[in-house]
């Protein structure tokens, strides 16, 4: 049983993370938001298959709930409308393509350099002192790395929404 809920919390993040950025049903940006918060939602779901439930709860609070408020609210004062079409901006899209496969590049090399499939196994599971120690000694450099990406992201939802001179 615990297999089937994690396929089903992995197609739903898929899906949902999938209709952040095509989605057909609307072209306002707070319906994307909302899809990212299912989405967190469905993250959630698979950290408590994987027996996390501290990650889990602060999947929730602090993701789902304080930084997609955060969001909102710059999507709000920035008073967005519904996406026009506009002209592709060429150097954009091909640093964006640069950044997905370098992306796709680290983590195909985390995964092969894991040692997953080993049949190691944690030894506490979902305790919060052990990931604490882990998070803030030998994760402290993608942990603020993170943050730096949630910035970015603000900063980037700013700069969409300027308007193009002509």
Do not use: C
């Amino acid at each position: 049983m615990q297999d089937l809920f994690f396929y089903l919390f992995a197609a739903l993040t898929l899906i949902f993370g999938f209709l952040v950025v095509a989605n057909p049903f609307s072209r306002n940006p707070v319906t994307s938001a909302m899809f990212l918060v299912l989405t967190m939602g469905a993250l959630a779901g698979l950290f408590v298959t994987l027996h996390a439930f501290f990650i889990a709860a602060v999947q929730i609070l602090v993701y789902a709930g304080a930084v997609m408020v955060l969001f909102l609210f710059v999507i709000m004062l920035l008073d967005l409308k519904e996406e026009e079409g506009r002209r592709f901006n060429k150097f954009g899209i091909g640093a964006g393509l640069v950044a997905v496969f370098a992306i796709a590049g680290i983590l195909v090399k985390t995964i092969w350099f894991s040692g997953v499939g080993t049949g190691k196994t944690p030894a506490l599971e979902g305790a919060t002192k052990n990931l604490g120690t882990e998070l803030f000694t030998n994760y402290l450099l993608p942990f603020e790395i993170v943050s730096v990406l949630l910035l970015v992201a603000m900063v980037g939802v700013i700069l969409l929404s300027k308007k193009e001179l002509k």
